[in-house]
């Protein structure tokens, strides 16, 4: 018998059952060796000699192993400050995402407007002549608006005035010139500087004159608006007021609070001088008047048009 043959047998004679169920351990005395194999439930009730031997590899193809000593490091653990760390925080889903609102702009409050209404025009007898539209267009503002009807008073110097503050509308005082119209100049100023005597022009408040007269190039009852020193079209009426408040220093600083409403009145065929001077002073008939009467809406929309456009100056 070899050696081999030997050792084999000597391992089968040392195999131990390690589990009732389906291991046997086998020992090798010269290496000092253990190791196990599947066995079934049969072999297991059989004697062992009549174990089918089972070859075994040899000697220079087993693997001698060696028990492995754990390395140990001498070097103490790195410091650590857990105390400087910050605490872990557990993890919390983002937040919802909110707009900022956006920062609203400050809105300045309006300013109170006080309008100087004036009309020009002649007095009697030739008070309801083409040429005075604007003292029939003053009468009728002053009844759609219900204000007081015009007096006469020296509130604002001559002439006739309707204050609308006691009804409602401080906003609003009329007043009627009592001066031909070709020298109207000196009694509309003076009416002026009384007026933004009563009203102060301030952070407040800001005044404004309008002045109502009659215009020879438009169609009668049609309304035309100008603003500041612009060009009088050969009305001598706007050429003497533009005149005073110019000569008082007044109209530069004016600028766009000196307010010129025309209502046309049509014009004559012929261009002639003397056609046109009969034309101006001539009556007024009922239809030019009704169509007059007509436009007050009209001019009344346009002052408060001016109004909102000075509040916000």
Same mark, same amino acid.
């Given at each position: 018998m070899t050696n081999s043959a030997r050792r084999g047998q000597n391992r089968r004679g040392h195999a131990r059952q390690h589990s009732q169920h389906n291991f046997a351990e086998y020992h090798d005395d010269e290496q000092d060796f253990h190791w196990s194999e599947p066995v079934d439930e049969y072999s297991l009730t059989t004697s062992a000699s009549h174990l089918d031997p089972i070859p075994q590899p040899s000697r220079k193809n087993v693997i001698s192993r060696r028990p492995v000593n754990p390395v140990i490091s001498t070097e103490p653990p790195p410091f650590t400050n857990h105390d400087s760390e910050p605490p872990t925080s557990p993890i919390i889903p983002s937040p919802l995402r909110i707009r900022k609102p956006k920062t609203v702009t400050p809105v300045m409050a309006a300013r109170s407007v006080r309008l100087l209404v004036a009309s020009i025009g002649n007095p009697p007898p030739y008070h309801t002549t083409r040429h005075s539209a604007g003292h029939l267009l003053l009468k009728t503002i002053a009844a759609n608006l219900s204000l007081p009807p015009l007096s006469k008073g020296k509130a604002l110097g001559s002439g006739s005035v309707s204050v609308g503050f006691d009804r409602g509308s401080p906003e609003y005082t009329l007043w009627q010139s009592a001066a031909v119209m070709n020298v109207s100049g000196a009694p509309t100023l003076k009416a002026w500087k009384q007026f933004t005597n009563i009203h102060p022009a301030s952070a407040d408040v800001v005044t404004a004159l309008v002045?109502?007269?009659?215009?020879?190039? #438009?169609?009668?009852?049609?309304?035309?608006?100008?603003? !500041?020193?612009? #060009?009088?079209?050969?009305?001598?009426?706007?050429?003497?007021?533009? +005149?005073?408040?110019? +000569?008082?220093?007044?109209?530069?600083?004016?600028?766009?609070?000196?307010?010129?409403?025309?209502?046309?009145?049509?014009?004559?065929? +012929?261009?002639?001088?003397?056609?046109? +001077?009969?034309?101006?002073? !001539?009556?007024?008939?009922?239809?030019?008047?009704?169509?007059?009467?007509?436009?007050?809406? #009209?001019?009344?929309?346009?002052?408060?048009?001016?109004?909102?456009?000075?509040?916000?100056?």
């Amino acid at each position: 018998m070899t050696n081999s043959a030997r050792r084999g047998q000597n391992r089968r004679g040392h195999a131990r059952q390690h589990s009732q169920h389906n291991f046997a351990e086998y020992h090798d005395d010269e290496q000092d060796f253990h190791w196990s194999e599947p066995v079934d439930e049969y072999s297991l009730t059989t004697s062992a000699s009549h174990l089918d031997p089972i070859p075994q590899p040899s000697r220079k193809n087993v693997i001698s192993r060696r028990p492995v000593n754990p390395v140990i490091s001498t070097e103490p653990p790195p410091f650590t400050n857990h105390d400087s760390e910050p605490p872990t925080s557990p993890i919390i889903p983002s937040p919802l995402r909110i707009r900022k609102p956006k920062t609203v702009t400050p809105v300045m409050a309006a300013r109170s407007v006080r309008l100087l209404v004036a009309s020009i025009g002649n007095p009697p007898p030739y008070h309801t002549t083409r040429h005075s539209a604007g003292h029939l267009l003053l009468k009728t503002i002053a009844a759609n608006l219900s204000l007081p009807p015009l007096s006469k008073g020296k509130a604002l110097g001559s002439g006739s005035v309707s204050v609308g503050f006691d009804r409602g509308s401080p906003e609003y005082t009329l007043w009627q010139s009592a001066a031909v119209m070709n020298v109207s100049g000196a009694p509309t100023l003076k009416a002026w500087k009384q007026f933004t005597n009563i009203h102060p022009a301030s952070a407040d408040v800001v005044t404004a004159l309008v002045v109502l007269h009659d215009e020879l190039e #438009s169609p009668i009852g049609t309304i035309k608006l100008r603003r !500041g020193e612009t #060009s009088a079209k050969g009305h001598n009426g706007i050429k003497s007021i533009q +005149s005073s408040l110019k +000569s008082a220093g007044l109209l530069p600083a004016m600028g766009e609070r000196f307010i010129k409403i025309g209502i046309g009145i049509g014009r004559p065929q +012929s261009r002639e001088t003397n056609d046109v +001077s009969a034309w101006v002073l !001539g009556q007024l008939t009922q239809m030019e008047k009704g169509k007059m009467e007509a436009a007050t809406d #009209s001019v009344i929309a346009v002052l408060r048009s001016e109004i909102s456009r000075l509040e916000n100056a």
